[in-house]
């Protein structure tokens, strides 16, 4: 079961809409003109039921098939956001607001869950429903959580769900999964260290909060190399630090950053846990005051056993066997599809983006190749799971 001739057809529009939304990339839950664009696509396409506005502007579109005797509803999920970030690609549809990128590829996934859509809509080649979910705010705006807590799983009756992501360095032509853990759970920190400022030449007056942050930025490594056991998987980093205005002033304060991801609750409990020990216990070795701040973001995300052997294995009709890693190692960076698969069974792939730069980097974008590779895979999801 190859990649559907009818994408070959369908590639160049595809990419014109990937283009489109490239080049006017929105924020969190700021994407009114590409919900717009989404929604009035859908309609054109003859999609039985479009609706705008879940967990405030995601968009839903619901696909029946020629038959309907299964009962059977599938939900395939794309992310409609872009980044905060200056892009340096220097391509003719770049990005036309400064300071916001399509950084993650989230064009792309719209545009080929757009065009799977519009094959469906088309063919009809199933017994049962499809439900193409359209997410705002996937960059750390929980967008995923907003559309569940909206009805999005109830109120279309959705049994199963499956979201998909590209991956730079992962070869054009290639998938990869994992059951269980396959992303990370992300949670922020942030720590205020409330020293005694005064003059650089009287450090013996002062409590220097940047001696102390220095010393718990240390401290902390020891979290994963010390606490964690070797065989799990956890990461620390310390992403900011500021202190001080001038040179001969000893800052009265300082405040530190960073993130921490883990792959299981009982490792999650425990980095934040050890910690708060070593910042708390830390500060007070200094003499200085210390609040720490620990912020739980996105869960982990965890694919579902059948599901995603089911993946793997439409993965593997379109591109063959040899080209499907159903063991991949896993991510440890997030993903809120995870609020998703908490609330239904389902899996998370990879798709292989081939060598570009790398997610989140100015120069990244999304690689147009791959566009008839993941509409088959949505295509031939559907027409298995529900076979006409």
């Known amino acids: 079961m190859p990649i559907v001739n009818r994408f070959a057809d369908l590639e160049a529009d595809i990419a014109a809409w990937r283009r489109d939304f490239h080049r006017h990339p929105e924020l969190l839950y700021d994407v009114h003109r590409t919900a717009a664009s989404v929604a009035d696509k859908l309609r054109s396409f003859g999609v039985d039921e479009v609706v705008t506005g879940i967990g405030r502007t995601g968009v839903v579109g619901v696909i029946k098939g020629r038959k309907s005797a299964s009962g059977r509803v599938i939900g395939m999920r794309a992310d409609m956001d872009a980044l905060p970030m200056t892009e340096t690609t220097g391509k003719p ?29 088309e063919t009809r080649n199933f017994d049962g429903t499809a439900v193409v979910i359209f997410q705002p705010a996937e960059e750390g705006g929980a967008g995923g959580r907003a559309m569940v807590e909206d009805g999005l799983m109830d109120r279309w009756r959705i049994q199963e769900v499956y979201g998909m992501h590209n991956m730079p360095a992962l070869d054009v ?139 793997a294995r439409v993965a593997s009709e379109i591109v063959g066997a040899g080209h499907v890693d159903a063991a991949a190692p896993p991510h440890m960076g997030a993903e809120d599809f995870s609020y998703m698969l908490e609330a239904r069974p389902g899996a998370f792939i990879f798709i292989g983006n081939g060598d570009s730069a790398g997610l989140h980097n100015p120069a990244y974008d999304f690689n147009d190749e791959i566009i008839p590779i993941g509409c088959s895979y949505w295509a031939r999801l559907v027409e298995t799971a529900m076979p006409a």
């Open 93 to 121: 549809y770049a990005s036309e607001t400064p300071g916001k990128m399509h950084a993650c590829g989230h064009d792309g996934h719209s545009a080929m869950l757009l065009g799977a859509a519009r094959y469906l809509a």
């Open 173 to 311: 032509g290639t998938f990869a999964m994992r059951q269980g853990a396959m992303m990370a759970a992300a949670d922020w920190f942030t720590i205020t260290i409330n020293g005694r400022g005064g003059h650089a030449a009287r450090p013996h007056d002062t409590i220097d909060p940047i001696a102390v942050g220095t010393a718990i930025v240390q401290a902390l490594q020891t979290v994963v190399s010390r606490s964690v056991d070797p065989l799990e998987s956890a990461v620390v980093s310390v992403t900011t630090f500021h202190a001080g205005s001038t040179d001969n002033v000893i800052a009265e304060t300082a405040e530190l950053g960073g993130t921490a991801r883990t792959l299981k609750a009982k490792v999650r409990d425990l980095v934040e846990s050890r910690m708060r020990t070593i910042i708390e216990a830390t500060a007070a070795a200094y003499g200085a005051g210390v609040r720490f701040d620990f912020h739980r973001g996105y869960p982990v995300t965890v694919n579902h056993a059948a599901q995603t052997d089911f993946a």
